[in-house]
């Protein structure tokens, strides 16, 4: 159905990476209704030839695909399942697709609740940040049924540069808190790995072109090792988001009853550095809580 452009579609959540993935479906071609919590930010969308909506449910009335990027579960559980939310304005034979990050569990209770008023959903998370959502350059992770996916491919193809197909509902989810260990992981290591260097007397710059040409390099050590080297801490996946992946990360490690002992370590860190106010921040503002725990001064 969905290589045809015409297929109307909403898009709720229009955040960091939400907006920039709705204004690609826009570019695309497909009429796009929107909505946001706070107004203020589909304001861009709409100049571009979006509608705005009231509510989710007004938004979704008349698409035949609707997809959501929101912060976590309880966001889901509010736009979808709340008194106003997609549930009460979605009909039979419309794809709802969640990109947000969240746990599998909640991926699988959406797709009951809709599958019992015949309507196919697919989990969808999506990697990169703000910068590769802009660009259309994202990397998709689905869960679901082959045949909701295959319909709705085009319209995922218009916000990035692949999409994996992981398995049945939740699938995506899982493997979206996958990636996220080994993010975590990274960024731990690396902002250890500076503050270690310095502390011992290395030149940042000279540890950051070693890191990124020797055989652990990374675009992640690349491109965080440079901002940590400029102070740019601006947001392009806020710490709080990285928080509360490591909390869902911990709770499926819990459930699979697989240890996650580096995961522990770096949700300390994280849980510190939000502590110290750096929540908004981008999530290498990590390294905040890793120079603390040093003794590192620093102003910024
Ligand atoms: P942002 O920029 O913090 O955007 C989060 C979006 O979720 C934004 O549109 C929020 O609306 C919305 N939100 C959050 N809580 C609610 C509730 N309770 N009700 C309605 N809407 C809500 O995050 P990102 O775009 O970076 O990330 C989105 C997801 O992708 C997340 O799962 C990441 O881990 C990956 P607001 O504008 O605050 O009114």
Redesign the pocket.
């Known amino acids: 159905m969905t290589n045809d452009t015409h297929v109307p579609v909403a898009f709720l959540?229009?955040?960091?990476?939400?907006e920039g993935m709705a204004h690609n479906i826009l570019k695309a071609g497909y009429p796009l209704t929107v909505w946001?919590?706070?107004k203020t930010?589909t304001a861009d969308l709409e100049a571009a030839g979006a509608s705005v909506a009231a509510t989710p449910a007004e938004a979704v009335r008349e698409a035949d695909v609707v997809l959501y990027?929101?912060?976590?579960d309880?966001?889901v559980e509010?736009?979808v399942f709340g008194e106003t939310g997609v549930l009460t304005g979605a009909r039979a034979g419309q794809v709802a697709i969640d990109?947000?990050?969240?746990h599998p569990e909640t991926s699988r209770r959406q797709a009951e609740a809709y599958g019992e008023r015949g309507i196919d959903f697919l989990d969808a998370?999506?990697f990169g940040?703000?910068a590769e959502a802009a660009a259309g350059e994202l990397w998709v992770v689905v869960g679901g049924r082959s045949e909701v996916l295959e319909p709705v491919r085009p319209i995922l193809a218009a916000m990035s540069q692949s999409i994996h197909h992981m398995g049945e509902v939740g699938a995506g989810a899982t493997m979206k808190l996958v990636g996220n260990l080994v993010v975590s992981l990274q960024l731990q290591a690396l902002s250890e790995a500076f503050v270690l260097a310095a502390k011992g007397g290395l030149e940042l710059p000279d540890v950051h072109a070693v890191l990124s040409e020797i055989d652990i390099r990374s675009p992640l050590i690349d491109n965080v090792g440079q901002a940590l080297i400029d102070r740019d801490f601006t947001t392009s996946?806020?710490l709080s988001?990285l928080l509360?992946?490591t909390h869902l990360i911990s709770r499926l490690g819990a459930e699979q009853g697989v240890p996650l002992a580096g995961l522990d370590a770096v949700r300390e860190t994280v849980t510190a550095a939000v502590n110290q106010g750096h929540g908004d921040e981008n999530a290498s503002a990590l390294i905040k809580a890793v120079e603390q725990q040093a003794g590192v001064q620093r102003d910024t």
């Open positions: 959540g229009t955040g960091l990476m939400g946001n919590r706070t930010k990027c929101l912060s976590d309880n966001a509010e736009v990109t947000s990050t969240v998370p999506v940040s703000k996946f806020a988001n509360k992946d």
